[in-house]
């Protein structure tokens, strides 16, 4: 059937049915049997394929095997694999203050001679960051640039 015989008969039907030819189209394209184009890229096969086992992806504890019985890690002494929850420690990150030392006691930096090292909070000062103007400098008494 040439595609003009079938546009023609399409046209005669909504004549007939009193619809327009455009309704007529969109009724054909609605039906369950009429084919729809894949849109979009095409998904790779291999996806749909499940492994049938249930064994975790990635590398595998130290000194564990998975075994595929029991569908668990085993240790090398023939004993169920348990992970360990990380402890969290309290001591903050980065480099210590100055001649001091971590205190699990005290919950935080002592010093050598064991008394308890105090962070010197720095005073807050008015005087705004950056290049200032020239000729002038800053006066911390009246908060403001002054001429030299």
């Known amino acids: 059937m040439s595609y003009n015989t079938a546009f023609n008969a399409l046209a005669e039907y909504a004549k007939e049915q009193g619809i ?12 369950q049997d009429f084919p729809k184009a894949n849109r ?3 998904r790779k096969a291999n996806k749909e394929q499940v492994s049938p086992n249930n064994r975790p992806k990635g590398r595998p504890p130290k000194d564990a095997e998975w075994s595929d019985e029991d569908e668990k890690y085993i240790n090398s002494d023939g004993t169920e694999y348990i992970k360990e929850e990380k402890t969290t ?3 903050p990150r980065g480099k210590p203050p100055k001649d001091t030392e971590w205190s699990d006691e005290e919950d935080g930096y002592i010093y050598p001679d064991g008394s308890k090292y105090n962070k010197v909070e720095k005073p807050i000062s ?7 103007p020239n000729g002038t400098e800053w006066s911390e008494e009246l908060g403001i640039y002054v001429n030299k």
């Open 126 to 132: 008015t005087k705004p960051r950056g290049r200032p």
């Open 20 to 31: 327009t030819l455009a309704d007529a189209l969109g009724s054909i394209k609605n039906h």
């Open 89 to 91: 420690s309290t001591k």
């Open 40 to 42: 979009g890229r095409p």
